[in-house]
């Protein structure tokens, strides 16, 4: 399976930008398709989750209210809508596949697959 990450770019804080993670090789429909990010010098961390199944989503703390996860599933895809961005939000943003079970959603190591990332970068 294949993950293409896109529609990273540059806005001023409390823009919008939303990303999508398309797949190929593989359907989404058994999966829990996630987003995390990683800023120069620290961990990655997680974002945001969809359960494709069902639909449930998780998210960050750091960006309940803001960003949206929600999924497509006739085009195998899966979107993230960040509105209200902020400079700490400035980081390469993967996506991932994987099958947690939910107290592991957040975890890196619970996903399989990881896209090649997008950067999304928030000017003060």
């Known amino acids: 399976v294949q993950l293409q990450a896109s529609g990273g770019g540059m806005v001023q804080t409390g823009g919008s930008l939303r990303l999508s993670c398309a797949a190929s090789g593989r359907t989404l429909g058994t999966y829990a398709v996630a987003w995390f990010r990683q800023a120069p010098g620290k961990e990655r961390e997680f974002v945001a989750a969809i359960r494709q199944s069902v639909g449930t989503t998780y998210y960050a703390d750091s960006v309940k209210g803001r960003f949206t996860i929600s999924r497509d599933p006739a085009k195998n895809t899966v979107y993230l809508q960040m509105n209200s961005l902020k400079p700490e939000d400035t980081a390469v943003y993967y996506c991932?596949?994987?099958?947690?079970?939910?107290?592991?959603?957040?975890?890196?190591?619970?996903?399989?697959?990881w896209g090649q990332g997008t950067l999304v970068t928030v000017s003060s």
């Open positions: 991932a596949i994987g099958r947690p079970v939910s107290s592991y959603i957040q975890r890196t190591g619970s996903y399989n697959y």
